[in-house]
């Protein structure tokens, strides 16, 4: 029989409620758990400004999976390892959408900072999963974009299509 080493849980619809709360019982499970020896590991979409606070109330977390896999952490070991996006990709990323859709709102997330180079209004600060009291993005210009090396990519207000990445390109699909 296999022993469990390790648990992954999403935060929301999996460890929080609709209401973005942990419930009584599954903090005490995933408690169980540990104090079994099992690794508890939240994995999520999230940066970590907005997964650690929803985290910290489960001291016993060890490992946090954020940014889609793009960020990984590790509390016991104070380590973590970043993947982002090659400069050259997010600069084709940047490019198509500047001329495919122009009135896109975009941010970027860099090592847990927001940044834009157009201001985000407060109708759509939620569609980029920000809640009400978290900071808004740093407006910065696209010089600033186009140097930078992004952990996640965030394009609002653009008309229905697909982008294909590949090694060298980035291809639309209709």
């Known amino acids: 029989m296999v022993e469990i080493q390790a648990i992954v849980l999403d935060l929301d619809g999996t460890l929080l409620g609709s209401d973005k709360s942990i419930s009584p019982r599954n903090y005490s499970a995933v408690k169980r758990c540990s104090d ?3 690794h508890i590991i939240v994995a999520t979409a999230r940066p970590p400004r907005a997964a650690e606070q929803f985290v910290k109330a489960i001291p016993f977390v060890d ?5 889609n896999g793009a960020l990984v952490k590790c509390k016991s070991k104070q380590t973590q390892q970043h993947i982002s996006i090659p400069i050259e990709v997010s600069q084709q990323i940047n490019e198509f959408i500047r001329l495919s859709e122009p009135q896109s709102t975009i941010s970027y997330e860099v090592n847990d900072l927001w940044y834009t180079c157009t201001p985000v209004p407060d109708t759509e600060s939620a569609q980029f999963g920000a809640r009400s009291n978290e ?3 740093q407006i910065v210009d696209y010089d ?3 140097s930078i090396s992004p952990t996640k990519i965030l394009a609002l207000g653009y008309s229905t299509w697909c982008v294909m990445l590949s090694k060298n390109s980035v291809t639309r699909l209709t």
């Open 63 to 67: 490992y946090m999976v954020l940014y």
């Open 135 to 137: 900071p808004k993005p």
């Open 36 to 38: 079994s020896g099992i």
């Open 144 to 146: 600033f974009i186009s």
